[in-house]
């Protein structure tokens, strides 16, 4: 893993890397995605990069994700008006807009990676109950095609598909694959400063823990997954403290971190559990899976208020608003030199919602006047593709990009050659409304790629001739590094000092005596901790790596004396625990 935070790269990891202006997902394991294309099942392994990067992508088309992409994309404009034109007089603005968005994405980073690692290792379908995440929505139905499991059972109920799937996903979090990325993160550094992962992971796991003694609902990890995204990602009171230009741009940086650490807090006190009974939630969380209106709340069309003042909510969301007019006003300032298209910035807002999963080439064989035939090289894609926006002049060389869409739960393919995309195809009968939608698109990935790379060099360009580092390495080592630390290093260990002490420096490591074998062992037992097993289910499970789970239990318990915080045990009931 990689603690990496430039601009095109917020979320990097051996997965792939998500893009939190464009929310543009690549995958390193992309090759398998060309099997949905054909409407083939994929196998089991691809669970742990889809829903990990689908929950980044999730997070960063919420109202905090679009804020921080609006704010970035009124930098760019006027930087590049700079480039264009030379005039100087928006540049201060511009640096001031950046702190506060350099600040922000800090303070986030732990908590994105937190979560995303969190659907990584804990989240599974569920045994009951109505809500489902949109990245778990999309993981069973695209990936593991649950609509044909659910229609091949008696009344098309859902159940024997999830206990089949949940038995599949808990054989692959025990595979030697998955305990061995597991053990990866268990040894990592617990300070942001050297990595946000393993800091951010355990602030979910020991929160969720928390939780529920509150609501009982949220034992389900994929529900606590769509509750805390709710309450940190979706809360308009940091989109105020965020675009607010009333106030200094590393001050805004600030607030946004301490608002942040507040809405952290109210997870864990849950003073609210006896005002607000848990059907409330379910109704805002149910909510956030219908298709929203506009690119600002495809995820979330209802806005919510649960911890903020119903001002900092309404002020939050006229801010937005207002960067949204700004951003998407066609730029002014192309020209022959530099043809940087005018509807860049709105093109690429109205196409966050789409997640892309990987490209493949194609052929072009006509059977008749404007259709044709498609075919990659094991077989035909699409026997009969009409031509409704191009003739077939010319045509041979064909890519194909598949994306989905996490939030109305569609797969697309779109056929492009060099000269752009050219037209789509999706295996769902789409309403009239969302086909139009697509039609207005241009959803050329490889031109919102490079312009988008465009613009993160360009910020680089004009920031380099500045003191702008200086500033904000200075805000760093004043106490806002300390701060960071401080906003996540409590929930990390639920208060406990005696095991943020033992772990602070170098994770596990040092409590497990740097013995590999014990650290696989405690990652297997974390993993069946999660997936609620006995010791004898976790062996069952994972035969073939020779795991003494009884043995492992009593070697923990005489190097971690936390019994309140477990590493790896055995409760009352004859489950293993644990918290990490």
Known sequence: MKDESAFGDYSTDEFGQTDLVSNHTVFKDQHYYRALVRGHDLPVETFSSFIHEATHHWCFISPVGTALSLLYLSIAKKVLRWLVTGEEDQLKEALDDRAAFDIAVRWLRPLSEGLAQFAEYDVLPPYSGPLLSPPLTATLTHLFNLPRLVSEAPENDRTPAFYRLRDDINRWRLSRQTIERKSELLLQPIAVERSAYLLGYLTVKQLWRSAQRFYKELKDADVFLMFIRKLVWADYSLVAELLDRRQPGLRRGLRFGQALH??????????????????????????????????????????????????????????????????????????????????????????????????????????????????????????????????????????????????????????GNERGVFGFATREELSDAVKSDLMKKRLDRSQTAKLTALIHNAMQTYVRDTNYGEQLDKFWKDGGLELLNDSYLGFAFNFNDQARSAINENGLADVL?????????????????????????????????????????????????????PVASINPDGFLISAF
């Not at 109704?283 to 495809?298: D, I, Q, R």
């Not at 022959?336 to 052929?363: C, H, I, V």
């Not at 009409?386 to 010319?394: A, E, K, V």
């Not at 005596?513 to 010791?535: C, F, K």
């Open 262 to 415: 507040r809405n952290l807090y109210a997870i864990r006190q849950m003073n609210f559990d006896e005002d607000v009974p848990w059907s409330q939630w379910e109704e805002l969380l149910g909510a956030s899976m219908v298709k929203g209106p506009s690119p600002l709340n495809a995820a979330d069309p209802r806005a919510f208020a649960g911890l903020d003042t119903v001002e900092l909510v309404a002020q939050g969301r006229q801010l937005q608003l207002e960067y949204f007019r700004e951003a998407a006003e066609p730029f002014q300032f192309a020209s022959e030199e530099f043809p940087f298209p005018q509807t860049y910035f709105l093109d690429l807002l109205s196409e966050r919602n789409l997640m892309w999963l990987g490209q493949m080439d194609a052929k072009w064989e006509s059977t008749g006047p404007k259709v044709g035939r498609i075919v990659a090289e094991d077989g035909v894609v699409y026997e009969r593709f009409n031509l409704t926006q191009s003739d077939d002049r010319d045509l041979n060389d064909l890519y194909l990009d598949i994306y989905v869409d996490l939030y109305s739960e569609y797969q697309l393919t779109t056929v």
């Open 513 to 565: 005596q740097n013995d590999g074998e014990l650290v696989r062992g405690v990652s297997a037992i974390t993993l069946a901790s999660s997936a609620e097993m006995s010791p004898e289910e976790m062996v069952l499970t994972c035969a073939d790596l020779s795991l003494d789970p009884q043995e492992i239990v009593r070697r923990v318990r005489e190097l971690w004396p936390e019994e309140s915080l």
